[in-house]
């Protein structure tokens, strides 16, 4: 026997959330609903003596089945609204019609089944559901694998977009640059000095003098550079302060 | 309580999904309605399971829910190819065709 307790929580946990499916605007709404849906679910498993059944529910349900919803949402767009137009006049009201209808029927004809109740009934526990899952079932067991695997290839598939063009190569891409016209070599970086490394002061050539062309154009516009030159003749001084004698110089 | 109240509280969540899938003209709403079908009909098993004793209803409860899982990758998988070419998931595409 179920506690009439926990079987109200349930029913409240399920169908008020479900109900968003009909009437939540936004279709993230409704994932974060129906992941409720499915925990409740899973605690309704537990109480008819499946516990394993219930841990599975969360796992595959909650953890992994609406995930991946909620990730599919996320490709399509989330904020694509629903038009609420409607194209078959009164299709609205035969399709609430036809669901209350199938609703009302299941429930009469359950009601006058006559129903017992084991009083003993077998625990769903992990031991005895894989006694069952690796003894008489084995071979679903088997297909339910091809099953998965396949599903696996399938979703590969219909999400494979071929390309458009053949990969460019990075020769090709050099090969390229150059036709174009632009220097082959990298441009010399600025601030590379022992004492100055910031990118307001361009680098210097071999022979000391500044290469402006490697200081940031926007820094230029600014007025935010300094000038290399009073670097140019500054090597003694520098090292000095690094304690160096002066006859090593 | 007798567990047969949770085969009332299955039809009336799959009579929710099967409203939504009527209702819904988004593809992604209409397939978490198939979900709750499919979750209803797993409920329907476990609780019969429960009344008749045996664990065979858990069983077959287990094996829709491998089933759906591989039907949920593969049909997201589809939804996702239809946004591609079609920049929209709506299930009410056709109707523009009487222009």
């Known amino acids: 026997m179920v506690s009439p307790l926990l079987f109200w929580f349930v029913a409240f946990v399920t169908v008020i959330p479900a109900l968003s499916l009909l009437f939540a605007r936004k279709p993230v709404h409704v994932a974060a609903a129906v992941v409720l849906v499915m925990v409740g679910l899973a605690v309704a498993y537990v109480a008819l003596e499946a516990p394993f059944l219930g841990a599975v529910q969360i796992i595959v349900y909650t953890g992994a089945v609406m995930m991946l919803f909620l990730f599919v949402l996320m490709l399509v767009g989330v904020d694509k609204t629903e038009s609420l137009k409607e194209t078959i006049t009164g299709q609205r009201w035969v399709a609430l019609t036809l669901a209350v209808g199938l609703g009302a029927l299941v429930i009469s004809v359950v009601s006058r089944l006559p129903l017992s109740v084991n009083e003993q009934p077998v625990v769903g526990e992990p031991a005895e559901v894989a006694s069952w899952l690796f003894g008489d079932y084995v071979l679903v067991v088997e297909v339910l694998g091809f099953v998965l695997i396949s599903a696996a290839l399938g979703a590969l598939v219909l999400t494979h977009v071929p390309r458009l063009y053949p990969k460019r190569t990075q020769a090709e891409v050099h090969a390229a640059r150059i036709a174009a016209g632009a220097n082959p070599v990298n441009q010399a970086f600025p601030g590379v000095y022992a004492r100055h490394n910031a990118l307001d002061a361009p680098a210097l050539d071999p022979e000391g003098n500044p290469i402006e062309s490697s200081v940031s154009r926007v820094l230029k516009v600014r007025g935010q550079t300094i000038d290399g030159s009073e670097f140019k003749g500054d090597t003694q001084a520098r090292r000095r302060e690094l304690g160096a004698k002066e006859d090593d110089q | ?99």
């Open chain 2, 1 to 99: 309580m007798s567990p047969v109240n949770f085969v009332y509280l299955a039809a009336v969540l799959f009579a929710i999904g099967a409203a939504t899938v009527l209702l819904r003209r988004n593809a992604i709403m209409a397939f978490m309605g198939v979900e709750l079908m499919l979750n209803a009909a797993n409920l329907t098993l476990v609780a019969f399971s429960r009344m008749v004793g045996g664990i065979e209803g858990q069983i077959m409860a287990f094996f829709v829910m491998v089933v759906a899982a591989a039907e949920v990758v593969v049909g997201l998988a589809i939804i996702i190819a239809v946004s591609r070419a079609r920049q929209s998931i709506s299930l009410d595409e056709p109707s523009e065709l009487k222009g």
